[in-house]
T-cell receptor, first 119, second 115 residues
Framework: AQKITQTQPGMFVQEKEAVTLDCTYD???????LFWYKQPSSGEMIFLIY??????QNATEGRYSLNFQKARKSANLVISASQLGDSAMYFC????????????????FGQGTTLQVKP | EAQVTQNPRYLITVTGKKLTVTCSQN?????MSWYRQDPGLGLRQIYY???????DKGDVPEGYKVSRKEKRNFPLILESPSPNQTSLYFC??????????????FGPGTRLTVT
């Protein structure tokens, strides 16, 4: 069965330093998508970055990059130059199958990692 | 502004008193779903809908109902709420084809407490 594992319940990082949040996944489907969401204390879910299983290059979005290692089934989120506003819970999620009209679109979420950025 | 709205944002109720959490999206998305978030468990899908009048169970559907009579609305109904349904609820929507990522857009969340 598909599964997402985030092994770091909580992490601290110094402001302006880089931090890596770990995510491993398990699926037998060759086509899938991996997502990272940020949830600040206010509770909303903010989409950060996406990686498709067939994408050749690691995804990047501003200060966020996804370190995709397909053989190891890992999809770690790297945040460069951390800011105080990055303090939040971060969720890794996976969609099995291609994201077309026939896909239910269900996301499987990990348990989340709480990141605290220290000034 | 493209958005998913949920109401109410906060609700405290008593066991057995029927309630409805509304969800509406203005992006003409076909796909909508409900998730609940519990500490240590992440988000889990309750129900989803592929289009009007098409709904199906997710991973944790017990105690919930949904309907999809209009494309923009997808209400979550708790016929007889119980304390184990105390949770943070999210509605989400996505289009079938408008982005490569097919990312889901989440509503702001509804924090429900059942006493």
């Amino acid at each position: 069965a598909q599964k997402i594992t985030q092994t770091q319940p909580g992490m601290f990082v110094q402001e302006k330093e880089a931090v890596t949040l770990d995510c491993t996944y398990d699926t037998s489907d060759p086509s899938y998508g991996l997502f990272w969401y940020k949830q600040p204390s206010s509770g909303e879910m903010i989409f950060l970055i996406y990686q498709g299983s067939y994408d050749q290059q690691n995804a990047t979005e501003g200060r966020y990059s996804l370190n995709f290692q397909k053989a190891r089934k890992s999809a770690n989120l790297v945040i460069s130059a951390s800011q105080l506003g990055d303090s939040a819970m971060y969720f890794c999620a996976m969609r099995e199958g291609p994201g077309g009209s026939g896909n239910t679109g269900k996301l499987i979420f990990g348990q989340g990692t709480t990141l605290q950025v220290k000034p | 502004e493209a958005q998913v709205t949920q109401n109410p944002r906060y609700l405290i109720t008593v066991t057995g008193k029927k309630l409805t959490v509304t969800c509406s999206q203005n992006m003409n998305h076909e796909y909508m779903s409900w998730y609940r978030q519990d500490p240590g468990l992440g988000l889990r899908q309750i129900y989803y809908s592929m289009n009007v009048e098409v709904t199906d169970k997710g991973d944790v559907p017990e105690g919930y109902k949904v309907s999809r009579k209009e494309k923009r609305n997808f209400p979550l109904i708790l016929e007889s709420p119980s304390p184990n349904q105390t949770s943070l609820y999210f509605c989400a929507s996505r289009a079938h084809r408008d982005r490569v990522s097919y990312e889901q857009y989440f509503g702001p969340g509804t924090r429900l407490t059942v006493t």
